[in-house]
């Protein structure tokens, strides 16, 4: 399979994700008069669709900026990608469990939500860690050379964001606030990785570049 094809089959699951999103705005049956008052009945549907379609928009960023990272791929990372892609499509799922939990308003359905979206989330960040070891093991298959320095300060970012999910966990035993405060806060930290990432895949290409221009100058 060539990089074109993964990237065009990691593009649709995408797409139909940030999709499929959506699908869970519908229409109740009402009152007259009492739109506005429905309204505000769905504020947990609204936070969770705006918080998975930023989860989700983040990841298919960072999904695009390591594949400018990779130069070929084989069969191994392939079967990676694909098990990436099926971390991130149960985000859906949990999104769900936290909207019902928060409508509903009980404690212990808030707890096991939260716990539900935050071991997705955990599976989505393992996965990309693995992405990120499986080419430090392979640099037949990077694109980039002589950013080993820059790469070696973001290449444990997967990792704390797992530390921040897995802290999500434990702090909604004690306050179901705190533990989604530490959910949304392990997002904004994955947006935060990308840009991080992102940063060192332009150095990459910048170098490149420049050496490239000096060859051509020899």
């Given amino acids: 399979m060539s990089k074109d094809r993964l ?3 990691s593009d649709g699951v995408f797409a139909i994700l940030l999709t499929i999103l959506i699908l869970e705005f519908k229409p109740e049956t009402i009152r007259p008069g009492t739109l506005g008052m429905n309204l505000v009945h769905q504020w947990p549907l609204m936070v969770m669709y705006l918080l998975s379609y930023f989860y ?3 990841s298919w960023l960072f999904h695009h900026d390591y594949f400018q990272y990779v130069e070929r791929t084989n069969r191994t990372l392939n079967i990676l990608n694909l098990v990436v892609l099926f971390a991130v499509t149960l985000i859906n799922y949990a999104m769900v469990l936290v909207i019902e939990a928060l409508t509903n308003g009980n404690n212990a359905d808030i707890r096991v939500a939260f716990i539900a979206y935050d071991l997705v989330a955990i599976f989505i960040s393992a996965a990309f860690l693995i992405l990120y070891r ?3 093991r392979h640099p ?3 694109a980039l050379k002589g950013i080993k320095t820059h790469y070696n300060r973001i290449r444990m970012d997967p990792a704390r ?3 921040i999910y ?3 966990i434990v702090a909604s035993f004690f306050s179901v606030v ?3 405060l530490l959910l949304i806060a392990g997002v904004i930290f994955h947006f935060a990785a990308n840009l991080r990432f992102s940063k060192v895949v332009h150095t990459g290409f910048v170098q490149k570049h420049k050496i490239k221009e000096g ?3 020899i």
């Fill in 7 to 9: 990237n065009a089959i």
């Fill in 56 to 58: 989700v928009g983040t």
């Fill in 134 to 136: 499986y080419l430090e």
């Fill in 140 to 142: 037949e298959l990077n």
């Fill in 161 to 163: 964001s797992v530390a």
């Fill in 166 to 168: 897995v802290l999500s």
């Fill in 178 to 180: 705190a533990a989604g």
């Fill in 215 to 217: 060859h051509e100058e």
